[in-house]
């Protein structure tokens, strides 16, 4: 079965600190690999997305994650973080559901807390 | 609609009672995702719609919890006799066609219920 891994919990960096978080998945084929985030009281908005190609992909916000299939990883990363990346971040993975759809297994996300 | 709408934003219930919380997707996307949102069991899917027809009902949990979906549209997830552990956010989500889940849907705010 799929799975998804996002080992910290909680990161605390400081504003214009490089982040990097991580994300390891289990799935037995050429995934499709996510990230969303969350803001206190929203819905999950789309990061950016892996499927084919280039290994490195960039995201809206300035984020990029680079999908490391002998790692079986997919990190997401950011050279400076601002005040307002504060948020709850979720790795997700693509598990086909019936009649071919993509139905999401996601990690249990990592709360990202930004210093002045 | 521009976006996924989602209603009510929060729910406070009594145990024993039936709650029912709609989504009502981005106009014309055919596919439609329930999920839920609880501490300690991260995001889990619950149930997918092709159209009105739920060809994937695996993540329901319990015969307590159905949904259904009419003239391709608006969703209605039910709960019947709710209990405490059914306290969650109740995400939902879209896409135009089955295979544009592979590239990322569109996630509604959600619905906070609380059985008390």
């Known amino acids: 079965a799929q799975s998804v891994t996002q080992p910290d919990i909680h990161i605390t960096v400081s504003e214009g600190a490089s982040l990097e978080l991580r994300c390891n998945y289990s799935y037995g084929a050429t995934p499709y690999l996510f990230w969303y985030v969350q803001s206190p009281g929203q819905g999950l908005q789309l990061l950016l997305k892996?499927?084919?190609?280039?290994?490195l992909v960039q995201g809206i916000k300035g984020f990029e994650a680079e999908f490391k299939r002998s790692q079986s990883s997919f990190n997401l990363r950011k050279p400076s973080v601002h005040w307002s990346d504060a948020a709850e971040y979720f790795c997700?993975?693509?598990?086909?559901?019936?009649?071919?759809?993509?139905?999401?297994?996601f990690g249990q996300g990592t709360r990202l807390t930004i210093n002045p | 609609g521009a976006g996924v709408s989602q209603s009510p934003s929060n729910k406070v219930t009594e145990k024993g009672k039936d709650v029912e919380l709609r989504c009502d997707p981005i106009?014309?996307?055919?596919?439609l995702y329930w999920y839920r949102q609880s501490l300690g069991q991260g995001l889990e899917f619950l149930i997918y719609?092709?159209?009105?027809?739920?060809?994937?009902k695996s993540g329901l949990p319990s015969d307590r919890f159905s949904a259904e979906r009419t003239g391709g549209s608006v969703s209605t997830l039910t709960i019947q006799r709710t209990q405490q552990e059914d306290s969650a956010v109740y995400l939902c989500a879209s896409s135009l066609r089955r295979t544009d889940a592979n590239y990322g849907y569109t996630f509604g705010s959600g619905t906070r219920l609380t059985v008390v």
């Open positions: 719609f092709q159209g009105n027809s739920a060809p994937d």
């Open positions: 892996y499927f084919s190609g280039d290994t």
């Open positions: 106009s014309g996307h055919t596919a």
């Open positions: 997700a993975v693509g598990a086909t559901a019936i009649q071919g759809a993509q139905k999401l297994v």
